[in-house]
């Protein structure tokens, strides 16, 4: 399996879990017995992650002695952010801590399963040649938890284009490959959706459609459902 580098992103206040946040980071909430967080540790370790980042701001202490009660022998960096610095921000910001030129960004709120394995393996094949930004993409029938009516994107010739009515439900899974060149001339603090849109543009947002099921625990809604 190919080495590569992932970011967790963590920072963000959970205010979709209504209650369960109030004293806990959604990280740390368990869902079959296992903090998100560590599900997502142990799933990307098992296939080949060498270099953990996790950006951090709401109840970052906590998440902090968790990792170090936890996982204190992995390659795992905490990066705090003072002010949150949106998804976009954060992931340039960790540019400032890896010699990698590209990066794997997950969100923390995906509960990866066994039968996900073998497709993020083959989404990762490519890691080092991906040269601006690749997502994954999942069709609303396999897709649990958090979902809406309208879809996020489209996908054609693993091209991604935004989705439109007449298009099938297709949503983002909560995972990409960034490239560094992506965030030359933008701001420090800003959503990646902006990049996403100007990708689109220029016909430069790849993706790729998995077939397993996947779950989204987003909000408190979909966490009682497991």
Not at 139 to 165: I, P, R
Request: glycine content about 4%; proline content about 3%; some cysteine.
């Amino acid at each position: 399996m190919n080495k590569f580098s992932l970011l967790i992103l963590c920072a963000g206040f959970g205010r979709r879990m209504l209650e369960l946040t109030r004293n806990i980071p959604k990280p740390l909430l368990k869902v079959n017995n296992k903090t998100l967080l560590s599900n997502t540790i142990n799933f990307f370790s098992d296939i080949g992650c060498n270099e953990f980042f996790i950006n951090t701001h709401y109840l970052h202490n906590k998440i902090k002695t968790y990792v170090n009660n936890n996982f204190e022998n992995y390659p795992l960096n905490i990066i705090y952010e003072p002010s949150i610095l949106g998804t976009g921000g954060a992931v340039k910001n960790i540019f400032n801590y890896t010699k990698s030129k590209n990066i794997c960004v997950v969100n923390s709120d995906i509960f990866w399963q066994t039968n996900n394995k073998l497709e993020i393996i083959r989404f990762l094949k490519d890691y080092n040649d991906v040269k601006h930004c690749k997502i994954l993409l999942s069709k609303q029938n396999n897709f649990f938890g958090l979902k809406k009516k309208d879809g996020d994107f489209n996908l054609k010739n693993e091209n991604v284009s935004n989705w439109v009515e007449e298009n099938d439900v297709i949503f983002y899974s909560g995972l990409q490959i960034v490239s560094k060149t992506i965030f030359d001339k933008t701001p420090k603090i800003f959503p990646m959706n902006e990049i996403w849109n100007k990708l689109i543009i220029d016909k430069n947002l790849s993706g790729s459609l998995m077939q397993s099921n996947i779950m989204h625990i987003g909000d408190k809604n979909a966490y009682d459902q497991f």
